[in-house]
């Protein structure tokens, strides 16, 4: 969906081809998503709704692809689409022929926990909105026919073959679970209370089988203790699948916390190997798992489980590596298997079509050093099509493919695309309000909690209010369409949602509302799954009085509401690099491919970054290679403007048309759409292990410049985790392992007897970085787990060293002696110049003093500042492959941008009353985004395209001559008032 809305929106066709009824891939099942535990249909469903209204987005659902024939730029692809036995153009969602059908069959998108009718839906969201016949259950009784007022279901409709023409292919057909059952020892599907972790999401889901209770299959009954067996399918040489799937570790954790959440009494475990924790935000996660939440984390691989027959609990049999009795039995009332990621069932197949080769495990083989390329010229690649990942590395990866789309189709921009055109905006201004208020269900997220039948028949009752009605999921796309129509039926010139948090949705309604006739700005509001259903889990009846108070108080704000007025800008088509790494470089070529000007500012005087001291990656091939050609090809590149010993001095102006004044040798102005920051991080100098005082003492990046000659020592201890993952750095470093690893084989392929010592807290390789873990054990490196609180001891002992460490596996504390200790530093960033940066751009920091993207899921190249974009170190620690696609796809995201002639500003911005200001300054000095200036009549006034609509001007100025549009003065007192249900509330506001 990703790589289909930035192709579209930068100005290419795009047609999605969905095997499935419906769009949306796995992230539909989930409950939520780490490490933010976010509600994963919620930040979906906006995304859906998004693509299946696109004008230049045709979704192809239930299909499959069947032939691909040409060359990039000039591809003929064959595709046949499945019958579902209903009419798309004529079905309507709904669901009347559900309700008449009498057959049913398991419901595998549940987890085959409870049962669907033959005649189905994916989900409520699903788009497109249109029901399907399983012909393998379907017995042709045709009551659904008799039923179908619209007349959509033929049964004898056949399938229909679609030739299309297009000039790319992005290949992100995703992933599938390992079958539980091919490991009989753990008793799925003999044992009903051994589920697998998407079967546990299913459980979790307020929209699932058992409507968010956390009961167990076998009898319904509330659980309280529950285990986690990881690595199960993954890691495992017996299975074949002796990869890491990267994010079992992370979703374990999640759903341990949210049963938690779910029930206080619960009692989670998770037996595991390694945690890997290595993504933004992972480790602070798990360590509130541990610390918050009180998670068990138990270092133990469990070989079998047994049911007891008494009670159809589950007994755990595992090690423990401690001076107690090693081997426990433990009982649980459930137990959920952490399945790996494996590639999906179709994969081969297309491969097959589309020419492509595929790996041992059968995921697709792209190019060494970019993820992103295929084999085949004109086909990339997204997602989990090339290995396990999360869903960030997914996002990424698809604007990535999306740029490269826009590099090999650039001369074609914009020639098959439709520009949307929206109706007419009605004048409302001198209308009384009439109000609609539509409460939303959120399936039972808030149903649950809050009695809403209850508050839509108060909030009848109140002044303006036209229209009341309550929908199981708001954002769904029938939805969206029937809010539309109610509108226009009822005449509503005020809307008012209640249902889950503005910060994702309120785009979605305001779209609608745009799509109604009105102005988007007549919308209104109200979180009452955060703010009630969430806070008051257990007090429905105070849940339910807060929510009607809530939405008392948007009904009142909104009778104030006025439409606001927007005007056009142009666009600037070029845009700024901060930082000439392989990152920026990546990001400016990419740009400039898709021919737009790229400016490239590198403060250090030559080009390269940190990448000039990285000599191979851990699959051996050649960074150096790598980096000269491509600096090479942006210096050579007419697109590309490079300017050295440079740094950014200041910066104005807003989305499509900055202004940034640079400092350096030559000092020049620009003017450019966007800027992107790539700016990188360095390599930490610890401070302790003896290092700066012992010549024997180093890093691992030096240890790989010593590798390039001669390379002797009998001995070599490498220590993990040094200036990561501790008080100071709490993050993990996420490359350190595998760096580890690589050298070792390295020392290994020079003196084969060389003994090599990695001690480790967690090893992290994930994805086929697990291949290189077990070939350095095979080649005799010797890993040493030591406890996270008691770290290794270096001292001095002539000729050599001696290294103390306490191995947890056989409970001692063994004394090495070596000729050389490596340390594995952290990944830090660099704070002064990010801090400056920051506050020049008017972007945040996270904790750890890295750039803090706007989602960290779903927009993990995005600031939250439009037409600012990041990508590589300066996001966080990542192997460079990694960066790669990051700046590729930042570019992508840029080119969305680019790719417009014009952009609305203005809306919720400030606004000043010129007969009370004072000339004062206030505003001026307050703003973080420079948007006041005084005007020719030595007012203050607010340049609309700069301001971001804080408010904090608002609040600064003394003589209350600023208003913020949608947050007036007026507007508040209303909303208080309302709330309060008291005159005095007025007093609030003063």
């Known amino acids: 969906m990703q790589a289909a809305l930035d192709c579209a929106n930068s100005g290419l066709k795009a047609y999605l081809l969905e095997e499935h009824p419906s769009i949306g891939g796995n992230m539909a099942q989930l409950d939520k998503t780490f490490p933010t535990n976010d509600c994963s249909i919620c930040m979906l469903s906006p995304k859906l709704v998004e693509v299946g209204r696109h004008f230049n987005i045709e979704i192809i659902a239930y299909a499959d692809l069947e032939k691909v024939e040409g060359e990039p730029g000039n591809f003929k692809v064959t595709i046949n689409k499945r019958t579902r036995l209903v009419d798309e153009e004529k079905c309507n969602g709904c669901g009347d022929c559900e309700e008449a059908c009498p057959f049913k069959t398991l419901d595998v998108f549940n987890g085959e926990l409870v049962e669907r009718k033959a005649i189905y839906r994916l989900y409520p969201q699903a788009i497109p909105n249109v029901y399907t016949i399983d012909q393998e259950t379907c017995t042709k009784c045709k009551k659904c026919v008799k039923v179908c007022k619209a007349e959509a279901i033929d049964h004898e409709m056949t399938d229909k073959k679609v030739p299309l023409e297009v000039g790319a292919i992005i290949y992100a057909g995703g992933y599938d679970f390992f079958d539980a059952a091919q490991k009989p020892e753990y008793g799925f599907g003999r ?38 067996i990881q690595c199960f399918g993954s890691r495992d040489v017996t299975c074949g699948n002796d990869y890491c799937s990267s994010v079992c570790c992370m979703y374990a954790t999640k759903e341990a916390i949210i049963a938690k959440e779910h029930a206080g009494d619960v009692e989670p475990a998770i037996f595991f190997i390694d945690m890997r924790a290595f993504g933004k935000g992972f480790e602070g996660f798990y360590n509130r798992a541990q610390n918050d ?141 009439r109000i609609g208020v539509f409460i939303c269900h959120c ?211 807003f989305v499509g048309n900055f202004t940034t004044r640079l400092k350096g040798p030559n000092p020049v ?54 200036g990561s993952r501790d008080d100071e750095r709490p993050y993990c470093s996420r490359i350190c392992c595998g760096e580890a690893v690589k050298n070792a084989l390295a020392i290994k392929e020079k003196n084969p007897d060389t003994k090599v010592y990695i001690l480790y807290r967690d090893i992290r390789t994930y994805e086929y970085k697990e291949l290189y873990y077990l070939q350095a054990r095979e ?143 206030t505003c001026l000095r307050e703003c973080p985004y420079d948007a006041p200036f005084i005007n020719a009549r030595g007012k203050a006034e607010i340049e609309a395209a700069k301001c971001q609509g804080c408010g904090n001007c608002v609040a600064a100025c003394p003589a209350k001559a600023i208003q913020l549009r949608t947050f007036t003065d007026d507007q508040l007192r209303a909303l208080f008032r309302s709330i309060l249900k008291v005159e005095e509330a007025a007093e609030v506001c003063s």
């Not at 097959?352 to 041992?360: A, Q, T, V």
């Open 669 to 722: 102005e620009i003017k450019h759409g966007v800027i992107i920051v790539a700016t990188g991080a360095k390599e930490f100098k610890p401070d302790r292990f003896l290092y700066g005082q012992n010549e024997k003492v180093i890093t691992q990046r030096q240890l790989e410049e010593k590798l390039q000659g001669d390379f002797s020592p009998e001995t070599v201890v490498m220590i993990q985790c040094v």
């Open 293 to 433: 939440y009180g998670v068990r984390y138990i270092r133990s691989q469990v070989s079998a489980l047994k049911e007891n027959p008494k009670n159809r609990n589950i007994f755990v049999r595992y090690i423990v590596g401690d001076n107690d009795s090693r081997i426990r039995i433990e009982e649980f009332d459930m137990v959920v298997l952490s399945v790996g990621l494996v590639a999906h069932r179709s994969t081969r197949k297309i491969a097959e079509i589309c020419d492509l080769k595929c790996n041992r495990f059968g995921f697709i083989e792209s190019r060494p050093q970019q993820p992103v390329l295929s084999r085949r010229e004109g086909i990339f690649l997204s997602g989990t099509v090339s290995g396990p990942r999360d869903i960030p590395e997914t996002v990424m990866q698809s604007s990535a493919a999306a740029a490269l789309c826009g590099q090999l189709l650039a001369s074609v921009r914009g020639a098959e695309v439709t520009v949307k055109q929206y109706p007419p905006e009605l004048e409302v201004a001198e209308q009384k309000p």
């Open 443 to 653: 399936g039972s997220n808030i149903a649950s909690v809050v009695d809403v039948e209850e508050v839509a028949q108060y909030i009848k009752k109140l002044e303006g209010v036209a229209h009341v009605e309550c929908n199981i999921y708001s954002c769904s796309q029938d939805s969206q369409v029937h809010i539309k129509e109610v509108i226009q039926q009822k005449n509503l010139n005020r809307v008012v949602v209640a249902s889950c948090t503005p910060r994702t949705h309120e785009p979605l309604f305001q779209e609608t509302m745009r799509q109604a006739g009105l102005n988007k700005y007549l919308f209104e509001m109200t979180d009452i799954r955060e703010q009630c259903s969430w806070v008051h889990q257990q007090e429905p009846e105070k849940a339910t009085d807060k929510a009607k108070d809530l939405i008392r108080g948007s009904v009142g704000k909104s009778r104030l509401l006025v439409p606001l007025e927007f005007k056009k800008v142009g666009v600037t088509k070029e845009a700024l690099i901060v930082g000439g790494g392989i990152s920026g470089m990546t990001a400016a070529l990419s740009l400039a491919n898709q021919d737009f000007q790229a400016h490239l500012v590198e403060k250090e005087p030559q080009l390269g970054g940190e990448l000039r001291h990285v000599k191979i990656n851990l699959e051996g091939h050649n960074w150096q290679e790598y980096l000269e050609n491509t600096i090479d090809q942006v210096q050579k590149h007419d697109k590309i403007k490079v300017y050295l010993d440079s740094e950014i001095d200041e910066v104005n102006g």
């Open 779 to 921: 080649k005799g490196v010797m890993f040493i787990h030591f406890p996270d609180d008691n770290y290794p001891q270096v001292s001095e002992n002539a000729p050599g060293l001696k290294v103390s460490v306490r191995d947890t596996v056989i409970d001692e504390t063994l004394d090495l002696q070596t000729d050389l200790v490596v340390l594995s530093a952290a990944t830090v960033p660099e704070k002064e110049n990010n801090q400056r940066l920051a506050e020049l751009l008017k972007v945040p920091l996270s904790e750890d003093k890295f750039f803090m993207e706007a989602h960290v899921k779903l927009r993990p190249v995005d600031f939250a500042n439009e037409g600012i974009y990041l990508c590589g170190l300066a996001h966080s620690p990542k192997y460079t492959e990694e960066n790669i696609t990051q700046a590729l796809a930042a570019a992508g995201r840029a080119a969305c941008t680019l790719n417009k002639d014009s952009l609305e500003v203005g809306g919720v911005i400030s606004v000043i009353d010129e007969e009370r200001c004072a000339s004062c300054l």
């Open 191 to 228: 044992y009903p209370n051994v589920i697998t972790s998407m079967q546990f999401e299913r459980i979790l889901s307020a929209s699932g089988p058992y409507a968010g209770h956390l009961e167990r299959p076998s009898d319904r009954k509330a659980v309280k203790k529950i285990a986690w």
